[in-house]
């Protein structure tokens, strides 16, 4: 079965630095797509960004960037400069494309902190 | 354009009265998708519908729970007799189609159940 696990409960930043999110993954299938999603105070999922596993290239949306280590089946996010604006709850997804359609595997999230 | 809404956002209920949670998804949207997240935790997958048809409720907890998408865009998730544990955010998103496509997510409701 496929799995996600975000071994950091909580992390916290200096406004301005980069922080990293880990992410680990389990799956025995060959094609998959890896996401990372931010949850705010207000309940909205709102979509980072994106990585198929037979991208060669790492993702980058911005100020993010996704570390993707296939062989280590490792999918961290990088935010880089952070902002005041990033404290949120972090969700780490993988999809289950098994029944033609991407049901997303969720991890259980890592809360961010950025202190000014 | 308009993103995914969902109504009520919040919802209170007394054990054992039914509910109805509503999502409308962004027009076009073929996919439509319903997780549940309990406090504290990630999304669960609950059920999935392409167009009218749901192809997967494989996640619904119970036979309490029941989706439905009659005309292909607007979907209800109904939750009867409601328990203590049915307590959560009940999040929606839709997808364009392809198995590549990212899910947008509407607010959720959180339904808390007295």
């Known amino acids: 079965a496929q799995k996600i696990t975000q071994t950091q409960p909580g992390m916290f930043v200096q406004e301005k630095e980069a922080v990293t999110l880990d992410c680990t993954y389990d799956t025995s299938d060959q094609s998959y797509g890896l996401f990372w999603y931010k949850q705010p105070s207000s309940g909205e999922m709102i979509f980072l960004i994106y990585?198929?596993?037979?991208?060669?290239q790492n993702a980058t949306e911005g100020r993010y960037s996704l570390n993707f280590q296939k062989a280590r089946k490792s999918a961290n996010l990088v935010i880089s400069a952070s902002q005041l604006g990033d404290s949120a709850m972090y969700f780490c997804a993988m999809s289950d494309n098994s029944g033609g359609y991407n049901k997303l595997i969720f991890g259980a999230g890592t809360r961010l902190a950025v202190h000014p | 354009g308009a993103g995914v809404s969902q109504s009520p956002r919040y919802k209170v209920a007394k054990r054992g009265q039914d509910v109805a949670l509503r999502c409308d998804p962004i027009s076009g949207h073929v996919s439509l998708f319903w997780y549940q997240q309990a406090l504290g935790q990630g999304p669960e997958f609950l059920t999935y519908f392409q167009n009218e048809a749901q192809l997967d409720k494989s996640g619904l907890p119970s036979d309490r729970f029941f989706a439905e998408r009659p005309e292909g865009s607007v979907s209800t998730l109904k939750i009867q007799r409601t328990q203590q544990e049915d307590s959560a955010v009940y999040l929606c998103a839709s997808s364009p189609a392809s198995v590549t496509d990212t899910q947008y997510f509407g607010p959720g409701t959180r339904l808390t159940v007295l």
């Open positions: 990585q198929g596993s037979y991208d060669e």
